[in-house]
Every structure is written in structure tokens, then in C-alpha cells.
């Protein structure tokens, strides 16, 4: 995506990519695949704005953050498929961390103990992979191997990541914001083979004129993609929170300079560091499967056609019929943290149709957030008023009426909805000075679409007692 001063799209191109699902848990990616077509959607992007790579200020990047890739720095190419986020295939190796260990991993880093997190994933790759533990691998998120290939590759490419992304690993400890050698052992990771961890917003280098931009451009911004979300949302100060709708669902709210350690399942996470500035830090809810549920409903049971059928199949029925649905494909995140539970539709009757389910799992997402919501509003001790919201599923005006109506809150969509990339884009810009202030880019925000809530408290309280009944179900699926 291209944006102007104004903040104005003025030129974007998207293609999907595969997702590989070699057996039960395991999701995986082509990282390879991913750098081709990173490559294809900036060529088409700079064509569909008439620009050559030579007129942009700066390039910033986003990405899915705990997807872990390892690769070979004298060939340029990965050792193994990518494995994703969502990926739950070192639950097993976790199980054997002591107590101690453990609690060293949630004090240091602020995070869960999940298969989650890159460093899992880094020590299942050392020990499953050839070649992983070579001196010529190098380990990191999706925005270090872009980073590495976008800066030149195998001709010299910078091997570097920002806090927010490094705080996704289990490896970094949250108030050094370096690599942490307890850390490193427990896991089993070399120094070595990570990226230099660097601001959010600051020069990382410049790309190689040999590739797709054609010319030598400042890269200055990487934030993880719900960090850059929360940079895109202008949610810089203390108390500011959104929530974006993706694949997964993930809300965050900006703790300020502050350390926040959670009691109710939410993670600990950095929110992002401007140059020298001191890092902010946030409270973080997950929710695993949110987009990729009505991915589900189309591409493995054939309900929908197109993943924007579902608001009019919805639509056609007052309410689920009592059917609620659980999709704890790969467990479930915050507040729960439960590996073990696996999805589940509750509630069926004879008169169930795929309109219902359809209902349902527009419902589930808007249940999730208010899962995390909550755990937020106890930790912060803030109670919500309004919630900004961004993401694919934001364009489903009846699940955002669904979600005012669950939560019993005001929900505010922002002009601009992707505002991941914006976020990457204000990251950048803000570095090479392209906006000066971020006072300037607030004058920016503009809200699109608003949505009150229609529902009594009473009916809340009923729904969503029985969806605390419907999680219950998932529960102790996988020994």
C-alpha cells in the first residue's frame, strides 16, 4: 500500500499466498513464495499509483509477527517451509519446561507459555531441520526475511528486527529489550543467528536498486502487525486501545512507559519505540481464529462461495437458533491459554441451516473480543467506552452491530481500515521525517463508520453466559 502525506491510499495491490497444512496442528508457509509475491504486489502497487520507486520518501514494513522462518544466508534460501503463528506442533516440548523455567520465560518476556511464540518454533526447527544449526542459518520473523532479501540478500542483506517483533519470540527480555541469554539457552538459540533487534521507527537501511523498488529508499519502520495497527489507530498514549479483526482477532491497549503485568490471561507485550524515545509497552488479548473461521465456512465445508456471502447468509435469519460456535481450531488464546480444546458447534437442532452457523460464527468472533475486553478492563481497571476497531472483517457491518450489541459499547472504524499498513507507513514516515509529529498525523484520523449498541443488559448477560457454557464443551480434547 502507498500512502500520500494526507494519509490517502493512492496505490495498492494484495494476493494471497498458501496455506499448508501438512497434518493435524501444523501450519506452515513458503517463505519463498511470500518474497516472490512481496516483490509482484510493490511492482504492481508502484504501477497502479503511475510512480517509480525513486518517488517514495521511505518503506515500511508489517507483518504477522510470530511466524518464524530460518534460512541460509550464503544461498538466500529458506531450510524449511515457514511455520506460522498459529502452528501448534511444540506443545509437547513446552510440556517439558520445568516450573522455574517457566516462570523465568513469563517474567522476562511478559508472554504465555504457548506454542504461540517463535522460540519454540526456532528450537523445533534446530532439532528437525538440516542444516538449521549451520553457521550460515539465520533465524527470524517475516519482517527480518523481507528486511534481509529487500536490502540486498545474499549481496549483503541486514539481518535486523524491531522491538515489537522481537518481543514475540520468548527470547527477549522485556526491560533490556535485547536477546536474553537465560533465555537463549532454555531454548536452545545461538546469538548468532538472530537479527539485531533496533527501534520500531529508525533508518534499518536502505534497498538494494537491483530490486523491486528499482532504486536505493530508506527502509525505517517495522512493527509487528498489531502494533502497527495500533500506530495506525494514532493509539500512542497511555489508556488508548483497538482492536483488529484478521485472521485472528487481537486487541491492545497502550500501558504507556509502564511494564503491565497481567492477572487475566492477557500477554505483556512492547507497543512500539520511536528512535531514542523510551519503548511503550501494552496489555495484548489474542484470539486465534476470527477471519479464518468464515475461511473455514468457505473453504472446508463449501457454506459460502466468497468470504463476503457470509453478512447476507447471516442476515437471513433473526439470531443463530440457539447455536453457538467455538472455533478453537488450534486451541484457544486469551484469557483461556488452552491448548488442549479444539472446536466445537453447540445448540443444534433439526432446524439448523448453514444461515444459522453462518449467524453463529460471526457471533463467535464478536464473543472472543469481548473475552479479551474484559480481561482488559480488570487489569486496567479502565472501563470501556468505545472501542476502535480496524480490519478485513470491519466491512461486515452486521458483525460490528454484534459486536456494540455483546459488548454493550460504541464501536468507531476509522476512514482508512487497513490500518496495519498505515501504521508501518506513520512508522517510516515519522523516521525520515516525512510527518514531523505525531500530533500532525492525529489531525489525520477520520472515522468512517460508527455503531451503537441495541441490546438490553439482561440479553447480554444471557448470551453470553451460554458462550461461557459453549467453551466449557472444548475443553480436555487433546491429552
Known sequence: M????????????????????????????????????????????????????????????????????????????PLSNAIVWQDTRTTDFLSTLTTGQQETIRFKTGLTIAPYFSGSKMNWLLSNVELAQSPHARFGTIDSWLLWNLTGGVRGGIHATDVTNASRTLLM???????????????????????EIKSSSQHF??????????????????????????????CFDRGESKTTY??????????????VRSKNGLLTTVCFKFGDEPAHY??????????????????????ISHAAEVENLASSVADTGGIYFVPAFSGLFAPYWRSDARGAIVGLTRAATKAHLARAALEAICYQTRDVMDAMVADSGVPMKEMRVDGGITANSLCMQMQADIMGIE?????????????????????VKFWSTRDELRAQWQE????????????????YAQWKKAVEKTFNWVD
Not at 506452515?28 to 504501477?47: F, G, S, Y
Not at 468512517?448 to 448470551?463: I, L, N
Open 2 to 77: 502507498i500512502f500520500d502525506h494526507s494519509g490517502n491510499v493512492i496505490g495498492q495491490h494484495q494476493v494471497e499466498h498458501r496455506q499448508i497444512l501438512p497434518q493435524a496442528g501444523w501450519v506452515e508457509h513458503d517463505a519463498a513464495e511470500i518474497w516472490e509475491r512481496t516483490q509482484e504486489v510493490i511492482t504492481a502497487a508502484l504501477k497502479q499509483a503511475d510512480i517509480l520507486g525513486s518517488d517514495l520518501a521511505a518503506v515500511g514494513i508489517t507483518n504477522q509477527r510470530e511466524t518464524t522462518v530460518v534460512w541460509d544466508v550464503t544461498t538466500g534460501q
Open 173 to 195: 527480555n522485556l526491560e533490556t529489550l535485547d536477546w536474553d541469554s537465560e533465555l537463549l539457552e532454555i531454548f536452545g538459540v545461538s546469538r548468532e543467528s538472530l537479527p
Open 205 to 234: 537501511g536502505f534497498t538494494d536498486p537491483h530490486g523491486p523498488f528499482g532504486t536505493a529508499i530508506p527502509i525505517a519502520g517495522i512493527l509487528g502487525d498489531q502494533q502497527a495497527a495500533m500506530v495506525g489507530q494514532l
Open 246 to 259: 484478521g485472521t485472528g482477532n487481537f486487541a491492545l491497549l497502550n500501558t504507556g512507559t509502564e511494564i
Open 282 to 303: 501494552a496489555l495484548e488479548g489474542s484470539v486465534a481464529v476470527t477471519g479464518s473461521a468464515i475461511q473455514w465456512l468457505r473453504d472446508q465445508l463449501g457454506v
Open 411 to 431: 464501536i468507531s472504524k476509522p476512514l482508512i481500515s487497513e490500518t496495519t499498513a498505515l501504521g508501518a507507513a506513520y512508522a517510516a514516515g515519522l523516521a
Open 448 to 463: 468512517s463508520r460508527h455503531w451503537s449498541p441495541t441490546t438490553s443488559v439482561e440479553s447480554r448477560a444471557t448470551g
